[in-house]
């Protein structure tokens, strides 16, 4: 019984002061529940965007204009535009006398322009891309048909929609032969895509994309001769890291680039892209988490003022049981277990929070703009919750508490 008496003091004078203990719970609650929403919100976010890319399949090499670290992303994925990559350098990466082990490949040229259909208008991305793309990409036809190498040649003035573009211009009207305006000029549709979502390497998606031959789109459209990047796929993964040595050589040896440090281009495959953006993700998320602590640290000092109003309040109570022989070590545990108590019953309140907004906002908010969002709460989030909370709790109050326990009892009895 002796071992249970200050847990049952400190939680008698904890419903004594129930106002003064809820503004003090109240802090560690905003805290924990921010820490866990970051950490819940965050995961979420970069297992999206990790299978996203991971959809995109293994077998595939992306060239992206400009140098980068392994680990770094392309400027190109920064919004730098670099005009180094050129459809003369695909072709040279198509040259199985160049590259052996390439199986087929696409080059692209992307940008915003005004897509318009009668009195719709609409932004959306432009990607110019070569015959090849629908092999490359894996995407399906929906109705219609792509568009071929003849009609590439020959700056076709024709377009393959995605299906939310096709639901933003047409909404339930066939598209099928209608034409589209895109600076000035007529696009006739062709095709439309079936659904697939993103397909990474900092491209856009195709489903709110409208997609014409790439010569169109670089002569007609966006009035550039470099490409955005490319891609390639391999037929053997084996192969992967030789084709990525294979096609660098190439590239070298195109842009007169001695030096591997001069390369003005990145090789990436689906392996190092998913490294680079895990390192970038993960790097935005402990700087959240880092911002949503510092409210831990104020719930803290919050911890520490309400328990040494509390000793100052409580001085005669103190000198009261050392009078009747109370050790420090009751003291301090007294006092160190109110605390605990204060920040613990805040974590648990800040946990259950942050995951019903965690949730709300990911059913509720995330979910209506037709993402596949997965909601995650790690149990090591929890964990690390509940103990953060409880060494507040002993951190925090362990100051008050020692300053309790070395309460002369002469003295305390005469406070008044």
């Given amino acids: ?136 990409e894996n995407v399906e036809i929906e109705e219609g048909r792509f568009f071929s190498s003849e009609d590439d040649a020959s700056l076709s003035r024709i377009a393959v929609i995605g299906a939310d573009t096709k639901e933003e211009l047409f909404g339930t009207d066939n598209a099928l032969g209608k034409k589209i305006e895109i600076k000035n000029e007529n696009f006739t549709v062709v095709g439309i895509l079936k659904r697939k979502g993103s397909s990474g390497f900092g491209m856009a998606s195709p489903d709110d994309s409208v997609i014409i031959p790439l010569k169109a789109a670089q002569k007609i459209v966006l009035g550039i001769n470099h490409l955005s990047f490319l891609r390639v796929k391999v037929g053997n993964i084996d192969d992967i890291s030789k084709t990525k040595e294979d096609m660098a050589t190439t590239l070298r040896e195109r842009h007169d680039i001695d030096n591997p440090k001069d390369d003005d281009f990145s090789v990436r495959d689906i392996a190092s892209a998913l490294k680079t953006i895990t390192n970038v993700t993960n790097v935005l998320k402990y700087f959240l988490l880092a911002v949503g602590s510092i409210s831990l640290l104020v719930g803290g000092v919050g911890i520490m003022n309400i328990m040494l109003i509390s000793v100052n309040q409580r001085i005669r109570e103190v000198g009261l049981r050392k009078a009747v022989g109370a050790k420090n070590t009751a003291i301090m545990s007294q006092f160190l277990i109110e605390s605990v108590t204060i920040t613990l019953i805040g974590g648990i309140i800040g946990i259950i929070l942050g995951i019903l907004i965690a949730l709300i906002i990911s059913l509720v908010v995330i979910k209506g703009f037709g993402y596949d969002w997965e909601f995650i709460v790690s149990w090591q989030s929890i964990a690390v919750a509940t103990t953060v909370s409880i060494l507040i709790g002993l951190i925090f109050g362990l100051y008050p508490a020692r300053k309790a326990s070395h309460i002369s009892p002469m003295e305390a009895l005469r406070y008044e």
């Fill in 1 to 136: 019984m002796r071992v249970m008496d200050p847990v049952r003091i400190s939680y008698r004078n904890l419903m004594a002061n129930k106002f003064r203990s809820f503004l003090t719970v109240l802090g560690i609650m905003i805290g924990v529940g921010s820490v866990i929403l970051i950490m819940a919100i965050g995961g979420s976010a970069q297992t999206l965007i990790l299978d996203q890319i991971s959809g995109v399949g293994s077998n595939l090499i992306g060239v992206l204009p400009g140098a980068s670290d392994e680990d770094g992303p392309p400027a190109q994925a920064l919004g730098i535009i670099i005009t180094t990559l050129t459809y003369d350098d695909f072709l040279a990466l198509m040259d199985k006398k160049n590259v052996p082990s390439v199986e087929t490949g696409a080059a692209y040229a992307q940008g915003t322009r005004t897509v318009s259909y009668q009195d719709n208008d609409y932004a959306h991305t432009i990607m110019g891309v070569t015959h090849d793309y629908i092999n490359v």
